[in-house]
């Protein structure tokens, strides 16, 4: 069974502290060894006239010790440290480094097609933004990966093979397996164990490197008999083996870090689709086709860890493997499964994105229910897939088109600001034909029709979509946008719940991509500390009311944060910007306080039993500022 979305969000650090503790491991178990090898050359006096080697190593130096230490720490925490910074770019950097190539919306291969539009409805599902998707063109086996630090600027990457050789509904469930990477945080960890690894592996190359410079100064002088040019072949051949004992060790730490992880992506993946035929199918594929899920990219050894399947086959590979097992994976989804693999190579692409019933179809809701709406949050359902299909198939086709490109998805922003008074829409509407790029303001106008007949429930799901296009402005064009969106919002001199909803989720996802934006670390563990900030939440979510408070409503939040004393702050304490201030912090919390903050949230909410849209926006966008992606929450 899968573990829920806090809870996998603390098995992942603990799991970050484990890699650290292996790596300190791996680090003094190579600097040990370099050290006896360093005894031994310091010790070395050549051979007597019988040839005879003459050695007197001195086993303790502490004088060589420290040289020593400090030059592994040098080699292999700059080389760790190098990684990382080059792997900042998120997985964009992983995929490219792959091989992949980022599809567009407007591609015309079929198959390609139906993996975006898969992508597209997993990430509505659950509440993310739609990742980029990169496919590996040239590789024939059945794989797939999601890389990145955040859902913020994950991606998912696909081989060519899994276009080819699944059906749809297979494909869904490699995508619902790779999502569960991005919400669980595995993918974080991964990336990072990508990073941390770099470094061990330096000590080889650094061997070569030695080992063939000796031989060549030896081919230059062929009457050089000497100690040193023994001495660097010794060293060079010496890293070399120890390299080889930094690459075990890594082989090591990915398998001990990755192979359970692998077994929950794929009962999460189940939990999302209700199919575990769609998964497991997926790895009989895998076992009866010829390519397997090989990936032959010359950059997958430091990646294999973050696909679906075992990405590399023979010698340490299959003793120390990344991926538990083919036909284990498959009987814990398919405990009737008889060791058959399935060989067909050329199935039939399903255009249905499942058998369920639409959820969001008919008059727009307008109210919702957040019963099981914090529950949900990491752990999107069948139902919410069904949701996010049927959304976008009932978008009208200006806004399908407009949403997935640029140019469009700025001005159908705009349009989502546009307020209905006629003062404020004039005035808005000017300030767009001032300092909009040029045609922005008539597509604008052209759109708003369509938006305002728009379910109220479409909006934060237009945002996500609309994300990956606005990814894709250059910083001018962000830095317009940005300002423009601002004046929007300001045109009417006031700030309304969805406005404000609006602006902090496109800071929270954009300002990562073009700004040098930190990711929040752990800094609250106590509930009591955090107790100023919960109380200017929950005053804003009662501001937030059209009318008076449910009687209890209040105390019954701060009791499920165990600080019954807390009171509800007048206005003038309570503002955007204090509620701005008060997030950034509560996004510092541990998974389990950010689980009560969320609750008291939903409980304050739902308490006198009517939750508007408005209401239930404001908490997905808490719960998006948090750091936890809450799924569409359902009629």
């Not at 300190?24 to 006096?45: E, K």
């Not at 080819?164 to 469930?173: N, S, V, Y």
């Not at 083919?326 to 249905?352: K, Q």
Request: one cysteine or more.
């Amino acid at each position: 069974m899968a573990t829920d979305f806090f809870e996998s969000q603390d098995a992942a650090r603990r799991s970050t502290g484990r890699l650290v503790i292996l790596f300190g491991l791996a680090v003094v178990a190579i600097a040990v060894t370099i050290y006896a090898l360093a005894v031994g050359l310091v010790g070395y006096h050549g051979q007597d006239r019988t040839g005879a080697i003459l050695l007197d190593p001195n086993w303790w130096d502490p004088e060589l010790m420290g040289v020593v230490a400090l030059a592994v720490l040098v080699l292999v925490g700059g080389g760790s440290l190098y990684k990382i910074a080059q792997l900042r770019g998120g997985g964009q950097v992983v995929a490219e480094q792959l091989g992949g190539r980022l599809l567009h919306r407007d591609t015309t291969d079929p198959q390609e097609r139906v993996l975006l539009n898969v992508v597209e409805e997993m990430a509505l599902a659950s509440g993310t933004p739609t990742p980029p998707v990169y496919l590996l063109e040239d590789e024939e086996g059945i794989n797939a990966f999601a890389a990145g630090f955040s859902p913020n600027d994950a991606v998912i990457g696909v081989t060519r093979g899994t276009l080819h050789q699944l059906r749809r509904d297979e494909l869904q469930g490699v995508i619902a397996h790779e999502f569960s990477h991005i919400l669980n945080g595995d993918m974080q960890l991964n990336i990072r164990l990508m990073g941390v690894l770099h470094g061990i592996l330096l000590i080889g190359i650094l061997g070569y490197f030695v080992l063939r410079s000796a031989m060549y100064s030896s081919m230059g002088r062929r009457s050089d008999r000497g100690n040193s040019a023994i001495m660097l072949l010794a060293l060079g051949g010496g890293l070399i083996v120890i390299g080889a004992l930094g690459t075990f060790f890594g082989k090591w730490i990915k398998a001990s870090v990755s192979r359970q992880r692998e077994f929950l992506a794929d009962a999460s993946a189940v939990q999302f689709t209700r199919d575990p035929d769609g998964i497991a199918g997926a790895l009989k594929r895998i076992g009866g086709f010829v390519s397997g899920s090989a990936v032959a990219s010359p950059n997958t050894p430091e990646a294999s860890h973050l696909f679906f399947g075992q990405a590399l086959r023979g010698g340490l590979n299959s003793i120390f493997a990344t991926h538990p097992p083919l036909v284990e994976r498959i009987r814990r989804l398919d405990p009737s499964f008889d060791g058959e693999f399935t060989t067909v190579e050329s199935p039939e692409h399903r255009s249905a994105a499942g058998g369920a019933a639409s959820q969001f179809a008919g008059a727009p809701a307008s109210q919702v229910s957040i019963e099981h709406a914090v529950e949900d949050i990491g752990r999107p359902t069948l139902q919410h897939l069904a949701y996010a299909a049927e959304l976008v198939r009932s978008l009208p086709a200006a806004i399908t088109e407009s949403v997935h490109e640029s140019y469009g998805a700025r001005a159908l922003i705009y349009a989502l600001l546009i307020d209905r008074d006629p003062d404020s829409r004039r005035a808005q509407l000017e300030w767009l034909s001032e300092n909009a790029d040029r045609g922005v303001d008539a597509l604008t106008l052209k759109l708003l029709p369509d938006v305002e007949q728009l379910d109220p429930r479409t909006r934060l799901p237009l945002i996500d979509m609309a994300l990956p296009a606005l990814r894709d402005l250059s910083m001018g064009q962000y830095r317009a946008f940005r300002r423009n969106v601002d004046e929007l919002v300001r045109a009417d001199a006031r700030i309304d719940l969805f406005e404000w909803t609006l602006q902090r989720i496109l800071i929270a996802h954009l300002a990562q991509h073009f700004e040098p934006v930190r990711a929040p670390g752990i800094k609250y563990r106590s509930m009591r500390r955090l107790a100023p900030h919960c109380t200017i939440l929950l005053s804003s979510l009662a501001l937030a009311r059209a009318g008076a408070d449910p009687e209890g409503a209040i105390e019954r939040a701060a009791n499920t944060l165990g600080l019954p004393e807390l009171v509800k702050l007048p206005a003038e304490r309570c503002g955007l910007a204090q509620l701005d201030g008060a997030l950034n912090q509560l996004a510092r919390a541990t998974p389990s306080l950010k689980r009560q903050v969320l609750q008291a949230c939903a409980e304050y909410i739902a308490a006198d039993g009517r939750v508007a849209i408005a209401e239930a926006e404001l908490l997905r966008a808490t719960a998006d500022a948090l750091g936890c992606p809450m799924p569409p929450i359902l009629p």
